[in-house]
């Protein structure tokens, strides 16, 4: 059974610069797209983040670029997401997603349970 | 960026049809991708690929686009339809995009 169980979650203060992990079990991660989306409260889905198998292209939101940043371990079956300076505006629950696709498209076909980010002081 | 526009909200009432649009620049010239997301629940792909089901959705959720608009239609709705619905595309320059999402109510 695949399963993405996303941890370092919690609250932070704004500025702060937590890292997210995803732990991925009954698939290897190493043959596909990953990514993270995010969901504040009450709100839509928001597309954060997503990296190639190989880790050789990386694209991002307008809202985080700069300031995250999308890596993965092959080796050990991971997927990060490196969140700095952040703010209040960055509080949302963050899934783990994995990507498939066709000509150079891509859709999530497995979602994790995500993890709660609260920014506040 | 590229953009989507969904209709904020849907009612339908039980066993008719509801249709669910997205909107976006030429949108029927890329592929559009549609997730159904319960109270509390992580999302879930219903269509793919403009019109394709994945193994375990039921006959009743299909999808079509063209022009600028991609349809999610759910025929002989029922209550456990009830959620939200976003549609996706790909954006070369940022990845992903959603639509804003739709509430699906069932009455």
């Known amino acids: 059974e695949v399963q993405l169980v996303e941890s370092g979650g919690g609250l932070v203060q704004p500025g702060g610069s937590p890292r997210l992990s995803c732990s991925a079990s009954?698939?290897?991660?190493?043959?596909?797209?990953m990514g993270w989306v995010r969901q504040a409260p009450g709100r839509g889905l928001e597309w954060v983040a997503s990296i190639h198998h190989d880790a050789s292209e990386k694209d991002y939101a307008d809202s985080v670029k700069g300031r995250f940043t999308i890596s993965r371990d092959n080796a050990k079956n991971l997927l990060y997401l490196q969140m700095n300076s952040l703010r209040a505006e960055d509080t949302a629950v963050y899934y783990c997603?994995?990507?498939?696709?066709?000509?150079?498209?891509?859709?999530?076909?497995?979602w994790g349970q995500g993890t709660l980010v609260t920014v506040s002081s | 960026s590229y953009e989507l526009t969904q209709p904020p909200s849907v009612s339908v009432s039980p066993g008719q049809t509801a249709s669910i649009t997205c909107s976006g620049d030429?949108?029927?010239?890329?592929?559009s991708y549609w997730y159904q997301q319960k109270s509390g629940q992580s999302p879930v792909l219903v269509i793919y690929e403009d019109d394709k089901r994945p193994s375990g959705i039921p006959e009743r959720f299909s999808g079509s686009n063209s022009g600028n608009t991609a349809t999610l239609t759910i025929s002989g709705t029922q209550a456990m339809d009830e959620a939200d619905y976003y549609c996706q595309a790909w954006d070369t320059t940022t990845g992903g995009v959603f639509g804003g999402g739709t509430r699906l109510t069932v009455l």
């Open positions: 030429k949108l029927g010239k890329i592929y």
């Open positions: 009954g698939v290897s991660i190493s043959i596909y797209w």
């Open positions: 997603a994995r990507l498939r696709g066709a000509l150079h498209q891509y859709y999530i076909d497995f």
